[in-house]
């Protein structure tokens, strides 16, 4: 796997189990005894490249009207709750 400063990562607290939700952007890259090893913004101390996934942009193809959020539809919802 492939991971670049400046990227944006998932982590994965138990490597190849579930993400903990939140997106980190990669802060440096190093190496630990042997272990690559990723810092990442918004976490203390380094962490396995292994237990990484990076983050895949969709197309702007991809993309539909239905799917985008505005600002007017998400100030709507948070009025109604």
């Known amino acids: 796997m492939q991971v670049r400063i400046g ?11 579930p ?3 939140r ?5 440096g890259l190093g ?3 042997g272990l ?10 380094c962490v396995s490249l292994d237990s ?3 983050l895949r942009k969709k197309p ?3 993309e539909s009207s239905s799917t985008r959020w505005t600002l007017e539809t998400l100030s709507s919802i948070l009025k109604r709750n």
């Open 7 to 17: 990227q944006k990562v998932q982590y994965h607290p138990i490597i190849d189990g």
């Open 19 to 21: 993400t903990d939700g």
């Open 23 to 27: 997106v980190y952007e990669v802060l």
């Open 31 to 33: 190496n630990l005894y």
């Open 36 to 45: 690559p090893i990723a810092w990442l913004e918004g976490k203390r101390g």
């Open 52 to 54: 990484l996934t990076p």
């Open 60 to 62: 702007c193809a991809e």
